[in-house]
């Protein structure tokens, strides 16, 4: 049985990009599309990553949860749980609602 495609690996343009970054690593901040909220996903097929690749990736994403929320919400959370994909590193960000 052959395995399935990694979706985050192929990252379709169906939803808003924000950015693509190459250096210093790899990897896509977009919006996600089963919740519709900004993502970051790693530009490698891989789970482990440095505290110092999560610190910027947190960083860019800020960024764009502050133009993304801007006006709606004035907090948010960074989301590491990966449920659907466990074996891509990506995270959400989330408003804080309560």
């Known amino acids: 049985m052959a395995d399935r495609p990694c979706d985050l690996c192929q990252l379709a343009h169906y939803t808003q990009w924000y950015a ?37 990736m947190e960083k860019a994403l800020s960024l764009v949860a502050e133009q993304r929320f801007a006006g709606k919400f004035s907090k948010w959370i960074f989301d590491h749980q990966m449920r659907q994909i466990p074996d891509h590193y990506h995270f959400h960000v989330r408003p804080l609602l309560w």
């Not at 996600?32 to 891989?46: A, K, N, T």
């Open 20 to 56: 693509e970054f190459h250096h210093p690593f790899r990897f896509t901040i977009l919006d996600c599309d089963s919740c519709d909220v900004p993502i970051v996903v790693l530009g490698e097929h891989r789970v482990e990553v440095t505290l110092e690749e999560v610190a910027y």
